[in-house]
C-alpha cells in the first residue's frame, strides 16, 4: 500500500502548467520559496470538502518549488513527478508515512464482469514522519490486494480502490456559507452536498496535504522536528 499512495501523490506534479513550472524552478533556484496566504481552518475544511480540486492546487503550488529544490544536479529536466518515482520516493518517505488500521475482511465483489477477492475494508493514514506536525484524519478505504501474476502481464494492479470516505465537516454550514458556495460554482442548490471524490483523488488530496503540514512544520522550526 505505501508504495502505491506515495505513487499517487508524485502523480499530482505531472501535469502542472509550464508557467507555474518556471515559477517554481526559479524559486527553487534562488530559495525563495512564495508564503501561503493563511487560510482559517473552517474554510480549509469547506475547500476540502466542496471544491478539493482547488486544495489539491494550493498544495501543489506550494509544494512545487521546495520539492524542486531539494532535487540533484540534472534531475530536473525529467520532471518532478518522475524523479520522486525514479528516486523510490526518497522525498516523499522522509516527510509521510503511510500505514493501515482496523482491517475488515469483506466479501468477494464483481464490478465489470470482474470478480475481486481479497476484498477488504480498513483506515488509511497518511501522516508526517515527526509529532509537531498537525495530523490528518484518516481515509477509509474498501480495497482488494491482487496476488502477484504467476506470469509476466505487460501491466499489473496489485490493490483496486472500490470506495473512499472521510469524516463529514466537524460543523454545519451556515445560510450564507451554503449561498457564498452556490456562487463559487461548488454546489447547485442549499443542499450542499460534498464533492464526489474518487479513491484516487481523495488519497491524493490527503496525502498532499500531508506532506505540505509537515514541510511547513518544518520551516517554521526545524530543530523541533528533530
Known amino acids: 500500500m ?47 470538502a466542496y471544491q478539493p480540486f482547488l486544495a489539491v492546487d494550493h498544495d501543489v503550488m506550494w509544494l512545487l518549488p521546495r520539492l524542486y529544490a531539494r532535487m540533484p544536479e540534472g ?21 509521510i508515512k503511510v500505514r493501515l488500521t482496523d482491517h475488515e475482511k469483506l466479501p468477494d465483489r464483481t464490478e465489470g464482469g470482474i470478480n475481486y477477492t481479497k476484498v477488504c475494508r480498513a483506515k488509511l493514514w497518511i501522516e508526517s514522519t515527526s509529532n509537531s506536525a498537525p495530523k490528518v484524519e484518516p481515509i477509509t478505504l474498501v480495497y482488494s490486494a491482487n496476488s502477484p501474476p504467476r506470469t509476466s502481464v505487460p501491466i499489473h494492479i496489485g490493490i483496486n480502490f472500490f470506495e473512499a470516505s472521510e469524516a463529514p465537516l466537524p460543523f454545519s454550514l451556515t445560510e450564507l456559507e451554503k449561498v457564498q458556495l452556490m ?44
Open 75 to 95: 534531475w530536473q529536466k525529467i520532471g518532478l513527478g518522475a524523479y520522486l518515482r525514479k528516486s523510490n520516493f526518497r522525498e516523499l518517505r522522509s516527510e
Open 2 to 48: 505505501e508504495a502505491h499512495v506515495y505513487t499517487i501523490v508524485s502523480r499530482a506534479f505531472d501535469d502542472v502548467s509550464q508557467r507555474a513550472l518556471q515559477k517554481a524552478v526559479q524559486s527553487a533556484s534562488q530559495k525563495a520559496f512564495p508564503a501561503a496566504i493563511p487560510v482559517p481552518p473552517r474554510h480549509q475544511a469547506m475547500i476540502d
Open 183 to 226: 456562487m463559487y460554482g461548488a454546489t447547485r442548490d442549499k443542499e450542499a452536498r460534498p464533492a464526489p471524490q474518487r479513491p484516487l483523488a481523495r488519497i491524493q488530496r490527503v496525502g498532499l496535504r500531508a506532506l505540505r503540514l509537515q514541510m511547513e512544520a518544518a520551516e517554521a522550526n526545524p530543530k523541533k522536528l528533530n
